[in-house]
């Protein structure tokens, strides 16, 4: 910011602090409880700045000159303060408003008609206590979004920043969000995604929240606040000490590392920051080489050639975007489509060849076979080496045409990629002069990398889907699981649930596995932590 005047409470501008909670009109009671306090306080410092100004000077004119920014900077920091008071009480209100609304719903319609005209629970505008007694008890949630964009204007080039920060209540409700320019030299994207943090971190606790996520779509920022990485460059060192002491003052700071579409809202802040700093457009050309699009997720101008349009729907997207969304999906199990919401057009192997690995795209290739192949069809190579998916009426078929004998009754098959021959029926290589019923009396016990699979799955509490075999494991949530054969259980018990319907007697949820636990999150291995990528 420009302004050398400071808040006491942090170095955030207020100014840009915007409350969603419509403002009641009332008698400006904020301020008559500050009028003794700030009275006292600026009384106090003005004196102070007097006595300064009645040491020997250069000048008289100098010391006036001194004078009047001391006075400027005290009525700023008073003023500042009233507008924390304020934004404290509107925060508090909006919590009070959201239980009350909850209680009322919940009352049963018979008492409500008897008693509701009598209901009332009116919030006690002004007290400090109340504010902080409604802030300390409720969980917040923190999105944040740094963006550095060096834009081409006439014949100059200039890097910009800025920052973005939305906070919300634990149904998703908007309370809060900041935005603002950075200013100064050798801004990269790792300090500008830190600084967004530390601002949102600072805001929250102005406010007296106490417990609260925040959300990350940066996967090398996240191993470092959370202490797997060790930053190397000691700018962004110093900013992840700074995040951790602020985590620190919080009692309960939780982290999530998230799809970059989940911090839209942040992002869009973050851009609206850079464009009112700069207050001008990249200039347009009429080279095609040299024409911008922007990117609706992370709200970057990108080359129109890094852009990516969906066959079918053309929703467009930058290769960055394009490339996390893909590779997150992948990572889950699940085939990607559109990131555009309620948007169901596939994505083929081909067009994504442009920005995907080769290792991811063979996975996504498995993928689709995968979903090609329904769950009770499925049939692995049992050779670790080779693991192929086929179908078991490919394998069939092809066992027939490549092997001798009665194939279909013995249960023998071979695999179309390694050629090794393996059991349909006992999933294991094949058992030459034995029967499977033999085979099974003489192994008892399963496999040991199935051994250490059910252990590990017994001690971290997943499930097996019945339908596909698959392993889940709940993270957060309720315990209705949709698999992604699409059979729905229930986490719990493993009943069905039918017709988005329960079958067992279970909760629906446990508080628990509602409020996240940062130490569950995947340490996704990154090249160059310290680079500016997002």
């Known amino acids: 910011?420009?302004?050398?005047?400071?808040?006491?409470?942090?170095?955030?501008?207020?100014?840009?602090?915007?409350?969603?909670?419509?403002?009641?009109?009332?008698?400006?009671?904020?301020?008559?409880?500050?009028?003794?306090?700030?009275?006292?306080?600026?009384?106090?410092?003005?004196?102070?700045?007097?006595?300064?100004s009645l040491a020997p000077q250069p000048s008289s004119s100098a010391a006036a000159s001194v004078l009047v920014g001391m006075e400027q900077a005290l009525k700023d920091s008073v003023q500042s303060e009233i507008e924390l008071r304020r934004a404290r009480d509107d925060l508090a209100r909006a919590i009070h408003d959201a239980k009350v609304a909850r209680e009322i719903v919940e009352i049963p319609d018979d008492e409500w008609e008897q008693s509701g005209a009598d209901?009332?629970?009116?919030?006690?505008?002004?007290?400090?206590?109340?504010?902080?007694?409604?802030?300390?008890?409720?969980?917040?949630?923190?999105?944040?979004?740094?963006l550095v964009s060096e834009e081409q204007v006439g014949d100059q080039k200039l890097v910009l920043a800025g920052i973005g920060v939305a906070i919300c209540d634990s149904r998703g409700n908007l309370v809060f969000e900041v935005k603002k320019p950075l200013?100064?030299?050798?801004?990269?994207?790792?300090?500008?995604?830190?600084?967004?943090?530390i601002e949102g971190l600072t805001v929250a606790l102005c406010l007296g929240m106490k417990r609260i996520t925040f959300f990350c779509d940066n996967n090398p920022i996240f191993q470092f606040i959370n202490g797997k990485w060790s930053a190397k460059q000691q700018k962004v060192l110093d900013l992840v000490n700074q995040v951790k002491s602020l985590r620190s003052k919080f009692t309960q700071c939780n982290s999530r590392l998230v799809p970059r579409l989940e911090i839209k809202f942040a992002s869009k802040l973050a851009r609206e920051a850079i464009e009112s700093h700069s207050q001008m457009k990249p200039a347009e050309s009429s080279n095609s080489k040299n024409v911008k699009e922007t990117c609706v997720i992370?709200?970057?101008?990108?080359?129109?050639?890094?852009?990516?349009?969906?066959?079918?729907?053309?929703?467009?997207?930058?290769?960055?975007?394009?490339?996390?969304?893909?590779?997150?999906?992948?990572?889950?199990?699940?085939?990607?489509?559109?990131?555009?919401?309620a948007c169901k057009s596939d994505?083929?192997?081909?067009?994504?060849?442009?920005?995907?690995?080769?290792?991811?795209?063979?996975?996504?290739?498995?993928?689709?076979?995968?979903?090609?192949?329904?769950?009770?069809?499925r049939v692995y190579c049992p050779y670790p080496r080779c693991s192929l998916l086929m179908s078991k009426s490919e394998v069939l078929q092809y066992a027939k045409e490549t092997l001798t004998g009665a194939v279909e009754r013995s249960g023998l098959r071979r695999c179309m990629k390694c050629?090794?021959?393996?059991?349909?029926?006992?999933?294991?290589?094949?058992?030459?002069?034995?029967?499977?019923?033999?085979?099974?009396?003489?192994?008892?016990?399963?496999?040991?990398?199935?051994?250490?699979?059910?252990?590990l799955a017994s001690s971290k509490l997943w499930r097996q889907c019945v339908k596909c075999s698959h392993m889940i494991e709940l993270i957060e949530g309720c315990y209705h699981m949709t698999c992604r054969c699409n059979y729905e259980f229930c986490y719990n018990c493993g009943a069905e649930w039918k017709h988005k319907k329960a079958t067992c007697k279970c909760p629906l949820w446990h508080e628990g596995n509602i409020v996240h636990d940062e130490d569950s999150e995947s340490d996704e291995e990154e090249s160059d932590p310290d680079s500016d990528s997002d």
Not at 444 to 454: G, V
Request: glycine share 2%.
């Open 1 to 52: 910011m420009t302004s050398t005047s400071r808040v006491p409470f942090s170095s955030v501008d207020y100014d840009f602090l915007t409350v969603s909670d419509h403002r009641q009109d009332h008698d400006f009671m904020e301020i008559d409880t500050l009028e003794s306090d700030t009275e006292f306080a600026f009384n106090l410092q003005l004196q102070e700045a007097l006595a300064a």
């Open 119 to 146: 209901f009332a629970k009116p919030f006690d505008v002004g007290s400090s206590s109340a504010a902080a007694a409604e802030s300390e008890e409720s969980d917040f949630r923190l999105y944040f979004k740094g």
């Open 183 to 197: 200013i100064g030299n050798g801004l990269s994207r790792n300090s500008a995604q830190l600084k967004a943090l």
């Open 298 to 341: 992370c709200m970057e101008d990108s080359d129109v050639s890094q852009i990516f349009s969906v066959d079918g729907c053309l929703h467009r997207y930058c290769f960055s975007c394009m490339k996390q969304h893909v590779e997150v999906k992948l990572f889950d199990g699940i085939l990607p489509k559109c990131p555009h919401e």
């Open 347 to 377: 994505l083929s192997v081909d067009s994504c060849v442009k920005f995907l690995t080769p290792k991811h795209v063979d996975t996504m290739r498995q993928r689709i076979k995968e979903a090609s192949i329904p769950a009770t069809d």
């Open 419 to 455: 050629q090794y021959r393996f059991c349909i029926n006992c999933k294991v290589p094949w058992h030459k002069s034995i029967t499977c019923a033999d085979y099974k009396r003489s192994n008892p016990n399963p496999p040991e990398e199935d051994t250490k699979l059910n252990s």
